[in-house]
């Protein structure tokens, strides 16, 4: 089974085959929300709220630095999507991405794609660095994919510096697509 990967607007397909599966503290994807909950909190993570599309949110400190953890659940109440943001310090966000580049390569294998550049008139070495990314003209973002021929066992995670200079982590699992889609047209639904 292929499936499609977006990063940086970029468009990805394939993916590989990977002894561990890709999923954040070894939640199974489709965890109901007690289960969910549960290995959360087994990460020393607390439960923080609900939100009125039923997403569920944790914070903590992981990779010590504190973190916001957002498990995205779809409309049957199961787990599809883990967001994990890193606040890093400023000065302190391109070696917390490279870090976690490396724990994830260590797991997961190569990176089905990386993306680590500045766009004109910004450079590596400018001492413009964190103002360039800022800006949306500095990119690092690092993706894997795992494809199996159990479409419930296909999954990605991709690690990024956001523009606000926090390294963020998304996982991925089957049922994501699908609820991106749900999402967006009841996002547009108005129109």
Not at 59 to 80: C, E, K, N, W, Y
Not at 91 to 106: E, I, N
Not at 120 to 125: A, F, H, I, V
Not at 177 to 187: P, S, V, W
Request: proline share 5%; glycine share 8%.
């Amino acid at each position: 089974m292929m499936r499609m990967l977006v990063v940086a607007g970029v468009v990805l397909v394939g993916g590989l085959r990977a002894q561990t599966p890709i999923r954040f503290a070894d939640i199974p994807w489709g965890s109901d929300a007690t289960t969910m909950t549960r290995l959360m909190l087994a990460q020393g993570l607390r439960f923080d709220s609900v939100t009125h599309d039923g997403d569920y949110h944790y914070s903590g400190t992981l990779a010590r630095f504190p973190a916001q953890v957002i498990g995205l659940m779809t409309p049957d109440a199961r787990l599809a999507k883990v967001f994990v943001n890193l606040l890093t310090p400023d000065p302190d966000c391109r070696q917390a991405y490279r870090d976690m580049k490396d724990v994830l390569g260590r797991k997961y294998g190569a990176p089905l794609l990386t993306l680590e550049r500045f766009d004109n008139p910004y450079y590596e070495g400018d001492g413009y660095e964190l103002s360039a990314i800022k800006l949306g003209k500095g990119h690092f973002s690092t993706a894997w994919e795992q494809v199996s021929d159990n479409s419930a066992d296909t999954a990605a995670v991709t690690v990024y510096i956001g523009r606000s200079l926090v390294v963020l982590l998304a996982y991925e699992g089957p049922r994501w697509n699908a609820e991106a889609e749900r999402r967006a047209a009841k996002g547009t639904k108005a129109f």
